[in-house]
């Protein structure tokens, strides 16, 4: 049994994480201030004796001995972290030095969720770890996105300077039951429309691609990264030019935006709604899909749940909430 700590576990990704590693047998604290979490992704978590919850904000210093720490806390939806920037890029810097520095001093394994964002709007395509991005550092997404960047390179300099194992997977769009159901990314709002009968929301003209990843394919990822062994682990990024392991962790099926919105109506049918036309944010970056050969060979890794099964179970999960 192991001792886990999950920050920003009351979140969409983060209560998935904790309800997984109490299935496998550990012991679980969650830490959360809950400004995009919810304590309703969790209440079936409390009664488990190996359960923990702390009201906590990441920024502030912590301590606590646990053998892995898993650095979620970070909103992710950009109309969430958008609505406090400041507070956004502190959460991710101030997050991940205090993370880190308690791995420093009690010699815990640390992985962090970066993302695809750290890529920006990409002139590459697909997207390899190699890749160094295309970020505007000033504009409406810097808060996110350059926040995610400085975080990469301090769990780069915690491990190079300092030795902390640190694990590091970009995160591409990621989906599945406990969503916010008004959290604002693409497929909550195209679903909680469809299920309202309102009006699907395209911003611009909907040829913006994503790659959407279902939540357990991502976590199988995840997990696999964290149980290899560290030197095992860093000779095998060694040959691929990393010193630290940082992996894209992603479905590679590209869609567009119009695909996707076309998509949840076929599965959502006498849907009144129609697709409607909005302005296109800022810096909305314009195609992303990873390339996961990485994640492959080192972790025998690849996505299993096809868009189409993983929409079932998410538009399932938020009927409860229409
Ligand atoms: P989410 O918003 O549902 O979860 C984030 C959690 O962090 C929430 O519970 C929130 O309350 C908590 N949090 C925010 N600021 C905090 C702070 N200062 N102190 C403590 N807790 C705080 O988002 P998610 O989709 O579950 O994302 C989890 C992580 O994965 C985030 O770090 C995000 O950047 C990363 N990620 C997610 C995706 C995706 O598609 N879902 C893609 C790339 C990266
Ligand atoms: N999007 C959209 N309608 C919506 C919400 C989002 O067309 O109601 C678009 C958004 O402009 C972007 C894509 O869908 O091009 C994915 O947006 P999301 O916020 O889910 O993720 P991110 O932009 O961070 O990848």
Redesign the pocket.
């Known amino acids: 049994m192991k001792k886990i700590l999950i920050t920003g576990g009351a979140g969409f990704i983060g209560s998935h994480l904790a309800r997984r590693m109490l299935n496998l047998g550990h012991e679980v604290t969650v830490m959360d201030n809950l400004f995009t979490g919810n304590k309703s992704n969790i209440y079936d978590l409390e009664v488990n004796p190996r359960f923990t919850f702390l009201l906590q904000d990441v920024t502030q210093p912590f301590w606590g001995q646990f053998d892995d720490i898993y650095n979620l806390a970070c909103p992710a ?2 109309i969430h972290y958008q609505r406090n920037p400041v507070e956004t890029i502190k959460t991710s810097l101030l997050g991940m030095m205090n993370v880190l520095e308690l791995a420093l001093k009690t010699k815990a394994r640390v992985l962090h969720t970066s993302t695809s ?1 750290i890529y920006g709007d990409p002139l590459e395509h697909p997207q390899t770890e190699t890749y160094w991005g295309n970020v505007n550092t000033i504009g409406p997404r810097s808060c996110y996105d350059e926040g995610k960047r400085a975080a990469e390179t301090l769990c780069v300099d915690y491990a190079r300077e300092y030795d902390v194992d640190v694990r590091m997977v970009r995160i591409f ?1 990621t989906y599945g039951p406990n969503m916010h159901p008004r959290d ?4 909550s ?2 679903i909680m429309q469809a299920l309202r009968a309102e009006d699907i ?4 003209t ?1 040829d ?1 691609t ?1 790659s959407f990843q279902y939540v357990d394919d991502l976590l199988d990822g995840v997990l696999r990264l964290m149980d290899l062994n560290r030197s095992d682990l860093i000779d095998a990024c060694r040959k691929h030019g990393f010193d630290i392991p940082v992996m894209n962790i992603g479905n590679p099926a590209e869609f567009t ?1 119009r695909e996707l919105a076309e998509k949840i109506l076929e599965l959502i049918p006498g849907s009144a709604g129609k697709l409607v036309f909005k302005e ?2 800022m810096d ?2 314009q195609r ?1 899909r990873p390339d996961i050969s990485l994640a492959r060979e080192l972790l025998d890794w690849q996505p299993h749940v096809p868009l189409k099964d993983g929409l079932t179970k998410t538009i399932d999960y938020f009927r409860t909430k229409s």
Do not use: A, K
């Open positions: 939806s950009p964002e769009n604002g990314r693409v497929i709002n195209f929301t395209i911003y611009g909907g913006q994503r935006i296109l944010p909305d970056p992303r």
